[in-house]
């Protein structure tokens, strides 16, 4: 469960993260029926139909997953394009790879010295 440091909002306990992204959440959609009952009858409207496109609902942007049974979600400000529900793209450490041991100390002083 989270908490704004800000405001003190209370986000529900059944929003957990997803492993492989950084901005992005999941739950079981019948966990929500008890949580957040709104939100769950407009997502058993959607799975019944069928309708698995991403939809916005206040802040946040909604996917229903194939299966139609875990939803995720991602706030607008944290989405590729503000319209799905894909992340942005995470920096590349290519430029960083290191070849040998030898010029591991010479790239990782490089690193350094770019972040002041």
Not at 4 to 32: A, E, K, N
Not at 41 to 53: C, E, N, P, T, W
Not at 66 to 82: A, F, L, T, W, Y
Not at 107 to 116: I, N, R, Y
Request: glycine letters at 6%; charged letters at 35%; a positive charge.
């Amino acid at each position: 469960m989270r908490e704004c440091p800000c405001c003190g909002f209370m986000d529900s306990p059944v929003w957990r993260h997803v492993r492989q992204r950084i901005y992005t959440d999941y739950c079981r959609v019948d966990d929500l029926e008890n949580w957040e009952p709104e939100l769950y009858a407009l997502l058993k409207d959607k799975v019944k139909s069928r309708d698995f496109k991403d939809f916005t609902v206040g802040k946040y942007i909604y996917h229903i997953c194939k299966g139609g049974v875990i939803v995720q979600r991602i706030h607008i400000n944290d989405s590729r394009d503000g319209k799905t529900h894909r992340e942005p793209e995470q920096e590349k450490l290519r430029n960083y790879r290191i070849v040998n041991p030898a010029q591991q100390k010479l790239v990782f002083s490089e690193m350094m010295v770019g972040d002041k």
